[in-house]
Nanobody
Framework: QVQLVESGGGLVQAGGSLRLSCAASGRTFGSWTMGWFRQAPGKDREFVAVLNWSGGSTYYADSVKGRFTISRDNAKNTVYLQMNSRRREDTAVYYC???????????????WGQGTQVTVSS
C-alpha cells in the first residue's frame, strides 16, 4: 500500500513559480513510476508529467513542456513538480499518482493523492 500526500499549492501570480511536493509512504517508493495530473473546474483530469523509478526518464504534456520539471528524491520518498512561468490556464487541482507502468494514462496508476489546489492570478 502506498499513501500519497501533496503539498505546496496556493495562489501565485501569472509568470511566477511554485513547487509542489508529494510525500509517499511505503518502503517501495523507489520502484514506482510517479506522475502528476491536474483537473481544472469543469474539465477532465489531464496528464501533466511522469517520471520513472530512477528519475532517468521523464515525459511532459505539451502544455507544460519547458515550464514544468518533475523530479524525485527517493531517499525522502518525495516527488516534486517545479512550475515556472505560470499561466492562468494552469489553475487546477494537482494530483500525484504512483504506479508500476511508465505512462501518461491516468487509469494505469494504482495510487492517488488527495490533490492540492493551485490558482494562478493575472
Amino acid at each position: 500500500q502506498v499513501q500519497l500526500v501533496e503539498s505546496g499549492g496556493g495562489l501565485v501570480q501569472a509568470g511566477g513559480s511554485l513547487r509542489l511536493s508529494c510525500a509517499a509512504s511505503g518502503r517501495t517508493f523507489g520502484s514506482w513510476t510517479m506522475g502528476w495530473f491536474r483537473q481544472a473546474p469543469g474539465k477532465d483530469r489531464e496528464f501533466v508529467a511522469v517520471l520513472n523509478w530512477s528519475g532517468g526518464s521523464t515525459y511532459y504534456a505539451d502544455s507544460v513542456k519547458g515550464r514544468f520539471t518533475i523530479s524525485r528524491d527517493n531517499a525522502k520518498n518525495t516527488v516534486y513538480l517545479q512550475m515556472n512561468s505560470r499561466r492562468r490556464e494552469d489553475t487546477a487541482v494537482y494530483y500525484c499518482a504512483a504506479g508500476s507502468t511508465y505512462t501518461h494514462v491516468s487509469s494505469l496508476y494504482d495510487y492517488w493523492g488527495q490533490g492540492t489546489q493551485v490558482t494562478v492570478s493575472s
